[in-house]
């Protein structure tokens, strides 16, 4: 079995996986992931009501932190350069009655735009340093004039998830919709197996019954085959007409025990042989098993099919014998 295509899949899929765990921020820091999905962060000592702060900015390319003082706000603004992409970031830490405000131009990469956004964005919040979310509407007031400036973008900010996630995402309904239709073709192969193994089922059964009645329909015209032949061959043992009736009654028991046998051990030899050796029986018995075979190879039917042929043709053998003993005891009589 070739296991390369298997191995190419398993290694696209590794790819894939890394890739979108890349891109979706698994390296980012515990800003960047704020961000990702929000316009502001703030570090649990600020307390800050984060809907409300969010419901200031709305949905300007506008983006804040509110960062401990343990933490380096250069190294800040350069990790959140993806999750803050597009938007002017905001890194504020209070240091007393003041804040301590450093910018990140995320939205464009001419420097003196940047610097321009970066220096009149915080002005006037040294104001409000107890009080975050009049700081930020500051920062809005601020944001808005660069915006009427020509220094920010206007519009409204929008968040896109990496390509890996489309395509982990694509793969995963792939998987899906494949997954059902495969489910269901097997579903339905599955089904019509069971369908046909019951009508196999059935139609053996039926054809089973028949195989009975046809065996008791002949072994009730033996019964009736041997009362005859207990009155034709005791008081003419030796006559020609006798012989030949013995012989034939003897063919058709022998024929009777064979069929008893092949049904018993579910084997059907070749109809078309006989060990019986030349009378009218052998015709019979001829005639009888090749309208067998003839009907068996043309319809292409069952072993159990062939041996209710067998059956029906012992049955009709035998009211044969039976009728032309009869005719030959009427005529005896008459003459």
């Not at 390296?27 to 570090?43: E, H, I």
């Not at 003196?112 to 006037?124: F, H, N, P, Y």
């Not at 029986?281 to 072993?303: I, K, L, T």
Request: aromatic fraction near 6%; charged fraction near 25%; glycine fraction near 8%.
């Amino acid at each position: 079995m070739n296991r390369k295509p298997f191995l190419l899949a398993v290694l696209l899929a590794v790819v894939l996986a890394g890739w979108a765990a890349f891109t979706g921020g698994i390296f980012d820091g515990k800003v960047a992931q704020a961000l990702r999905g929000s316009s502001v962060y703030a570090a649990p000592e600020y307390r800050i009501d984060l809907d409300e702060a969010r419901h200031v900015i709305g949905n300007r390319k506008l983006t804040v932190g509110f960062l401990s003082p343990d933490d380096d706000a250069s190294a800040v603004c350069k990790n959140v350069s993806r999750a803050a992409d597009g938007t002017l970031f905001v890194a504020l830490t209070r240091d007393d009655d003041t804040w301590n405000a450093y910018g990140c131009s995320h939205h464009t990469d001419d420097i003196g735009t940047g610097m321009v956004a970066e220096t009149i964005i915080s002005r006037g919040i040294d104001t409000f340093a107890d009080r975050p979310i009049d700081t930020l509407k500051v920062i809005v007031v601020n944001f808005d004039r660069l915006v009427r400036a020509g220094n920010v973008p206007d519009g409204a900010r929008t968040v896109d998830p990496p390509l890996p996630r489309y395509l982990l995402a694509g793969a995963a309904l792939c998987a899906v919709v494949l997954g059902a239709a495969a489910a269901y073709a097997l579903a339905r192969a599955a089904g019509r197996r069971a369908a046909q193994r019951r009508i196999e089922a059935e139609t053996g059964d039926d054809t089973r019954s028949v195989l009975n009645a046809e065996t008791g329909a002949v072994s009730q015209a033996l019964i009736d085959l041997d009362r005859v032949y207990a009155r034709a061959v005791g008081p003419q043992q030796g006559t020609p007409g006798a012989k030949s009736f013995a012989t034939r009654y003897r063919t058709v028991v022998d024929r009777y025990l064979d069929l008893t046998r092949d049904i018993a051990s579910g084997t059907t030899p070749d109809p078309g042989t006989s060990t019986d050796s030349g009378s009218d029986a052998d015709a019979d018995s001829r005639s009888g098993r090749g309208s067998g075979a003839a009907a068996d190879s043309g319809s292409g039917a069952s072993d159990t099919a062939t041996l209710v042929e067998r059956a029906r043709d012992l049955s009709r053998l035998a009211a044969k014998l039976e009728d032309d003993q009869f005719a030959r005891t009427h005529h005896r009589r008459r003459n």
